[in-house]
């Protein structure tokens, strides 16, 4: 059987139309599977192990495209009918364990396990479920497989029940097969800080179908907020030595970076999301300090209380929703050589520039505009260098006074003064960026990706590139309308 298996494998590989031909009442129930597993490793390790397989509710994703052909995400989920072989479901993804192997930690060889899970229209026969991961070219090489009988006795049927989850629907278009599903988790909310969760859900859900691309889709998009009351107000600050009893164990400081704000929590992130069909989760985390998070299809995480949590709010979903790449450069982050070098990225909107002739954006490039394109970045640079420096000052000024326990006038002056100069910069970044003739034009702009040089950014700013008020680039929300559109049709 594994020798018809890989041939038939190798068949349908040349063999792309067949995918875009699968019928969803011929493999699929509307319902929804949910394959948890353990992801184990370090930097030069993998494994990965089944934890648990549930069935419940309703598919929440479209019935006519089954197979992800977006080319995007480390690593891809597969499912084979087992009979014929054939791929009736697939989808690209990043994950929390990705990040953790580019760490010092794990390039030292320490191995941590993370949860994560598949999430895909339940079964009728028997199928294989399969990982691939990206090799060193960006060809996708599985690295596990595993039959699931969908009629196994072992598979948990249980519809998600709890007194104290609320669920809200805060945008409702109708059905999710043809929309595209939102849900926001809230955490560190307490029973009586419920009133402020709903008023916060409602403000980050106008925001949301006021920018584009959402905008334009706003009659094809559900968003759902479920509140669970948090034990304790906030989240995890382990720098400030501050740790919170909540529902979804969000923490700062994630992977070591002091602004990066994600939860290892899995397994309960989806047992509360699964009180409501999802296409993508949200967790809105009851904190003013400046943090976020987003992996791609997999969740991403907000701040309500922070002078930029708007831009964070929309920036992460860029993350987890489309996939796009972060286009900044001069931030301190946890990653080491994220993008390798003489690699094509997978995300649509950086690039190495390796075929200029051949740009992912092309069609929609500036007539006439050099590529690569030579801005101002010099002095950008350098402006950007010494605020860093002094962000970085100020941060680690602010975890101490907290640690040590220091008076609250104290703390909250030293908070204000970091809050107006993180303003001042934002707003000194765009003045500088607007002045530039190339401003609002399509190039191909060195610094992106976390690397001042080597990778590319297709315009001079973006909501992916610096703080503020701003909008998707050209590229970005082009992509991102794409995805809406792979949901909702």
């Known amino acids: 059987m594994k020798t018809n298996y890989l041939a038939l494998l190798s068949l349908i590989s040349i063999l792309p139309l067949y995918a875009q031909q699968v019928k969803f009442e011929d493999f699929f129930t509307d319902q929804t599977m949910r394959i948890d597993y353990h992801h184990i490793g370090d930097a030069k390790s993998e494994l990965v192990t089944i934890d648990q397989i549930y069935g419940y509710g309703i598919w929440a994703g479209s019935l006519l495209h089954l197979i992800d052909n977006f080319n995007n ?13 054939a791929l009736i479901f697939s989808k690209g993804f990043d994950s929390y364990f990705k990040e953790y192997q580019t760490s010092d930690a794990a390039i030292n060889g320490i191995k941590k396990a993370y949860h994560e899970s598949a999430i895909i229209p339940y079964p009728k026969n028997k199928i294989r479920f399969a990982l691939e991961k990206r090799g060193k070219q960006n060809e996708l090489n599985e690295i596990f497989n595993v039959l699931i009988d969908p009629a196994d006795l072992y598979i948990i049927k249980e519809e998600a029940k709890d007194k104290d989850v609320t669920v809200i629907k805060a945008l409702y278009n109708g059905d999710p097969h043809t929309k595209l599903d939102v849900v926001i988790l809230g955490d560190g909310y307490t029973s009586s800080e419920k009133a402020k969760f709903e008023k916060d859900l409602k403000r980050f859900t106008d925001l949301f179908v006021s920018s584009e691309p959402y905008k334009s889709n706003k009659n094809d998009i559900n968003i759902y907020g479920v509140f669970k009351p948090s034990e304790e107000s906030g989240t995890d600050e382990p720098g400030a030595g501050i740790y919170k009893n909540t529902v979804l164990n969000t923490t700062f400081y994630s992977l070591g970076s002091e602004r990066y704000l994600l939860t290892e929590d899995n397994k309960t992130m989806r047992n509360l999301a699964a009180f409501v069909p999802y296409d993508a989760i949200y967790i809105m985390v009851n904190s003013p300090r400046y943090g976020g998070g987003g992996i791609y299809n997999f969740y991403c995480t907000f701040v309500s209380d922070n002078q930029f949590s708007d831009y964070i709010f929309l920036h992460e979903f860029g993350h987890s929703f489309a996939g796009l790449a972060d286009e900044y450069y001069t931030s301190d982050v946890a990653y080491n050589e994220f993008y390798p070098a003489g690699l094509e990225p997978v995300e649509p909107n950086i690039t190495r520039l390796l075929d200029k002739n051949n740009l992912k954006w092309k069609n929609l490039i500036a007539p006439g505009i050099e590529i690569p394109t030579q801005w101002e970045k010099k002095d950008y640079d350098a402006n950007d260098y010494i605020w860093l420096k002094e962000r970085t000052a100020m941060n680690k000024n602010i975890a101490n006074l907290k640690r040590n326990k220091a008076p609250k006038e104290q703390i909250d002056a030293a908070q204000i003064e ?72």
């Open 73 to 85: 995400g480390a690593y891809y989920y597969k499912i084979y009918d087992e009979a014929t072989g």
């Open 418 to 489: 970091y809050n107006n100069k993180d303003k001042a910069h934002s707003d000194a970044v765009d003045k500088y960026l607007k002045s530039s003739k190339y401003w609002d034009m399509v190039g191909a702009f060195e610094g992106a990706g976390y690397s001042a040089e080597g990778l590319y950014r297709p315009m001079l700013d973006c909501l992916m590139f610096s703080k503020g008020t701003k909008p998707l680039c050209k590229v970005c929300a082009d992509h991102a309308a794409k995805i809406i559109k792979h949901y909702t049709e």
